[in-house]
Antibody
Framework: QVQLQESGPGLVKPSETLSLTCTVS????????WSWIRQPPGKGLEWIGY???????NYNPSLKSRVTISVDTSKNQFSLKLSSVTAADTAVYYC??????????????????WGKGTTVTVSS | QSVLTQPPSVSAAPGQKVTISCSGS????????VSWYQQLPGTAPKLLIY???KRPSGIPDRFSGSKSGTSATLGITGLQTGDEADYYC????????????FGTGTKVTVL
């Protein structure tokens, strides 16, 4: 079955760029929507955005100016970059596989496979 | 400051039933599909319900989802100690142009 694994630095300095990679195993990245979600300590979930294997993206407007999600289909990986980080960006970051669609009956967006998450702390 | 409101906590004895509400508006729950996630302590969220009331393979039928108007409900019957977790609803929000918004989360405690 499909498995996801996040990787990247656990500590990032304020004002720098947070960079994480999610490796997809057990299946191809060339379908579905690939998402990033984060969870600050003791708080709820926040959707960051997604990328489709073709490269199309959509981001949470609250983070859009600082977020870039990219995909490398040859490596079965997708990545997150979050610039100009502050302590408020300290969180567990999850990657996930998403299904989404929008039609006359409304839209759906749900994530059925998740990585285990990686903790990123923003501190000098 | 989520647009989806859930009760902070619910509790019941083993074997009993609990329901968790998720209240939104016409721009989110009212016109879009709802999903539910279970997050056991220290673990990643797990999809329990999608498209309002569908269960992924492997999710027991003790878990059920429903939607009415601008609210959705997750039901858990035959409560087990292993059900102690945080539960989140999620949906699309058309007015915010956010394809995925989560609820505030509900802690389920098995007494």
């Amino acid at each position: 079955q499909v498995q996801l694994q996040e990787s990247g630095p656990g500590l990032v300095k304020p004002s720098e760029t947070l960079s994480l990679t999610c490796t997809v195993s057990g299946g191809s990245i060339s379908s579905y929507y690939w998402s990033w979600i984060r969870q600050p300590p003791g708080k709820g979930l926040e959707w960051i955005g997604y990328i489709y294997y073709s490269g199309s993206t959509n981001y949470n407007p609250s983070l859009k100016s600082r977020v870039t999600i990219s995909v490398d289909t040859s490596k079965n990986q997708f990545s997150l970059k979050l610039s100009s980080v502050t302590a408020a960006d300290t969180a567990v970051y999850y990657c996930a596989r998403a299904s989404r669609n929008w039609g006359w009956r409304g839209g759906y967006y749900y994530m059925d496979v998740w990585g285990k998450g990686t903790t990123v702390t923003v501190s000098s | 400051q989520s647009v989806l409101t859930q009760p902070p906590s619910v509790s019941a004895a083993p074997g009993q039933k609990v329901t968790i509400s998720c209240s939104g508006s016409s721009s989110n729950i009212g016109n879009n599909y709802v999903s539910w996630y279970q997050q056991l302590p220290g673990t990643a969220p797990k999809l329990l319900i999608y498209e309002n009331n569908k269960r992924p393979s492997g999710i027991p039928d003790r878990f059920s989802g429903s939607k009415s108007g601008t609210s959705a409900t997750l039901g858990i019957t035959g409560l087990q100690t292993g059900d102690e977790a945080d539960y989140y609803c999620g949906t699309w929000d058309s007015s915010l142009s956010v394809e995925c918004v989560f609820g505030t989360g509900t802690k389920v405690t098995v007494l």
